[in-house]
């Protein structure tokens, strides 16, 4: 039968296959440094008040205690423990990305660090389930990117990364290749609407949505696909496949199936994954480099400051002009406020602060940018998930001062260095854990191949 060699057939099956010794060193290198991100921001996301909403509501919720909140120690029902900590990885905006896919940390490394505690997997286990959440996830995501026009009206990030959480569930509950089919076919059919035109991207529809990208339910719904499927409850075994596919489910209007399988086992994306110097928005990035370029060549008091431009593509335009955010949620999505963040002394690697929302200077220099649509930058975006900006800040006494970057600190082009990703970790995780506890995270993780019981690194 065609549908034998189907999208869905093909991915389910190179999933249940594929061993740890399978993975080239580099992609578990890769996976390692990708965990460790994931659960510094976890545990960071605890101290904003979004989080710590969630945390309580899920607490008074109770239950059987089955898996861990990595920020407080508690244990929740699994699928609960799950909804918290995807829910927390994502909060801070801090988390690693892909291009223009979104933030597939979020929906396959809680998840997985989740059902492999409940089920004592091992650290080997555990990398390769996140290796292949990485891969399932991103290349659905790829396959299934909508055109321009449709992209502006329609996007979902959780609904296409809710395959993550179900392969890496999967994964780790050993399922067979049918099983695996019918756990992505449960996982599709939990999949969150594509929703965030409707998070309050535009700033007439402000503040912006406190559910983010609805991770912590896309990562849940992944889990319980994968849990159902093991106790033999049926899901759809060709979803991902043809005119009717997830690509439609999911709100696209195109889908290139290629890309689903294209190199399987060859090549893993995983590799080209982006971590964030910032915590904020990925969109903002190149801004944030650009002004900061600027700063390190020339000393512009912010008095002296009478205008700011910034040029980029469609999103920033139109979705990051907010001058005068109204909480940390709507900063990490405001360009004037992370620029005058950078000019005032503040820049977003340090973190975003309530009290700098009402910072009078902070508020002046914001309230000089204005974002310009930059025809050329808009189009390597779409055409290659190229997150280009121009910065241009002009002063009073008629001097002009400009910076262009394209590929921002932290992806593949301008990577991170391991030092840079261990300082990001212990900023997020020491303030909550304590410097001994963070350590010890750190050492377990970089050895995380020797773990005999992923219940033990949680216990850290």
Same mark, same amino acid.
Request: with cysteine.
């Given at each position: 039968?065609?549908?034998?060699?189907?999208?869905?057939?093909?991915?389910?099956?190179?999933?249940?296959?594929t061993?740890?010794? $399978?993975?080239?060193?580099?992609?578990?290198?890769?996976?390692?440094?990708c965990?460790?991100?994931?659960?510094?921001?976890?545990?960071?996301?605890?101290?904003?008040?979004?989080?710590?909403?969630?945390?309580d509501?899920?607490?008074?919720?109770?239950?059987?205690?089955?898996?861990?909140?990595?920020?407080?120690?508690?244990?929740?029902?699994?699928?609960?423990?799950?909804?918290?900590?995807?829910?927390?990885?994502?909060?801070? $905006?801090? $988390?690693?990305?892909?291009?223009s896919?979104?933030?597939?940390?979020?929906?396959?490394?809680?998840?997985?660090?989740?059902?492999?505690?409940w089920?004592?997997?091992?650290?080997m286990?555990?990398?390769t389930?996140?290796?292949?959440?990485?891969?399932?996830?991103?290349?659905?995501g790829?396959?299934?990117?909508?055109?321009?026009?449709?992209?502006?009206?329609?996007?979902?990030l959780?609904?296409?990364?809710?395959?993550?959480?179900?392969?890496?569930?999967?994964?780790?509950?050993?399922?067979d290749?049918?099983?695996?089919?019918?756990?992505?076919g449960?996982?599709?059919?939990?999949?969150?609407?594509?929703?965030?035109?409707?998070?309050?991207?535009?700033?007439?529809?402000?503040?912006f949505?406190?559910?983010?990208?609805?991770?912590g339910?896309?990562?849940?719904?992944?889990?319980?696909?994968?849990?159902?499927?093991?106790?033999?409850?049926?899901?759809?075994?060709?979803?991902?496949?043809g005119?009717?596919?997830?690509?439609?489910?999911?709100?696209? $209007?195109?889908?290139?199936?290629?890309?689903?399988?294209?190199?399987?086992?060859?090549?893993y994306?995983?590799?080209?994954?982006?971590?964030?110097?910032y915590?904020?928005?990925?969109?903002?990035?190149?801004?944030?480099?650009?002004?900061?370029k600027?700063?390190?060549?020339?000393?512009?008091?912010?008095?002296?400051?009478?205008?700011?431009?910034?040029?980029?593509?469609?999103?920033?335009?139109?979705?990051?002009?907010?001058?005068h955010?109204?909480?940390?949620?709507?900063?990490?999505?405001?360009?004037?406020?992370?620029?005058?963040?950078?000019?005032?002394?503040h820049?977003?690697?340090?973190?975003?602060?309530?009290?700098?929302?009402?910072?009078?200077?902070?508020?002046?220099?914001?309230?000089?940018?204005?974002?310009?649509?930059?025809?050329e930058?808009?189009?390597?975006?779409?055409?290659?998930?190229?997150?280009?900006?121009?910065?241009?800040?002009r002063?009073?006494?008629g001097?002009?001062?400009?910076?262009?970057?394209?590929?921002?600190?932290?992806?593949?082009?301008?990577?991170?260095?391991?030092?840079?990703?261990?300082?990001?970790?212990?900023?997020?995780?020491?303030?909550?854990?304590?410097?001994?506890?963070?350590?010890?995270m750190?050492?377990t993780?970089?050895?995380?191949?020797?773990?005999k019981?992923?219940?033990?690194?949680?216990?850290?």
């Amino acid at each position: 039968m065609i549908r034998d060699h189907s999208p869905t057939t093909i991915l389910c099956e190179y999933v249940v296959r594929t061993r740890y010794e $399978d993975i080239p060193k580099e992609a578990i290198a890769m996976a390692k440094a990708c965990i460790l991100d994931s659960i510094g921001c976890t545990v960071g996301g605890s101290n904003l008040e979004p989080g710590r909403i969630i945390i309580d509501f899920y607490r008074a919720m109770g239950g059987v205690p089955e898996a861990t909140v990595m920020a407080t120690g508690e244990k929740l029902p699994l699928v609960n423990a799950v909804y918290v900590n995807a829910f927390l990885a994502n909060v801070l $905006d801090f $988390d690693d990305t892909y291009g223009s896919v979104g933030h597939p940390g979020a929906t396959v490394i809680p998840p997985a660090l989740a059902v492999g505690e409940w089920r004592r997997a091992n650290g080997m286990e555990l990398l390769t389930s996140v290796v292949l959440g990485y891969e399932t996830s991103l290349r659905v995501g790829l396959a299934i990117q909508a055109t321009p026009e449709r992209y502006k009206q329609v996007l979902g990030l959780g609904t296409y990364q809710i395959i993550g959480a179900g392969t890496a569930a999967g994964k780790l509950l050993k399922l067979d290749r049918l099983q695996m089919r019918n756990a992505i076919g449960l996982a599709c059919a939990n999949a969150p609407v594509p929703y965030c035109r409707k998070l309050g991207l535009e700033v007439e529809e402000r503040p912006f949505a406190w559910s983010k990208n609805n991770y912590g339910w896309a990562s849940m719904g992944g889990v319980l696909g994968a849990l159902l499927t093991e106790k033999g409850f049926i899901g759809n075994r060709f979803v991902l496949d043809g005119e009717r596919g997830f690509w439609a489910m999911a709100g696209s $209007d195109r889908c290139d199936f290629g890309k689903m399988t294209a190199g399987l086992g060859e090549i893993y994306l995983i590799l080209n994954n982006s971590f964030k110097p910032y915590s904020s928005c990925r969109w903002t990035h190149s801004t944030i480099d650009a002004c900061l370029k600027i700063l390190e060549k020339h000393a512009i008091p912010p008095s002296s400051i009478a205008s700011i431009t910034v040029k980029g593509m469609y999103e920033m335009a139109k979705s990051l002009a907010q001058n005068h955010p109204e909480n940390i949620i709507d900063a990490q999505f405001s360009i004037p406020h992370v620029v005058s963040l950078c000019i005032t002394g503040h820049p977003p690697s340090q973190g975003l602060v309530e009290a700098h929302l009402k910072d009078d200077i902070v508020r002046s220099v914001a309230g000089k940018v204005k974002i310009e649509l930059d025809p050329e930058i808009d189009r390597l975006y779409f055409e290659k998930g190229i997150m280009g900006s121009t910065v241009i800040i002009r002063t009073e006494n008629g001097g002009q001062f400009e910076e262009s970057v394209y590929s921002p600190k932290g992806s593949p082009q301008s990577p991170m260095s391991t030092e840079e990703q261990e300082k990001k970790f212990f900023s997020l995780t020491v303030p909550v854990w304590g410097k001994g506890k963070a350590e010890k995270m750190l050492e377990t993780v970089n050895d995380l191949e020797k773990v005999k019981d992923v219940g033990l690194l949680i216990a850290n």
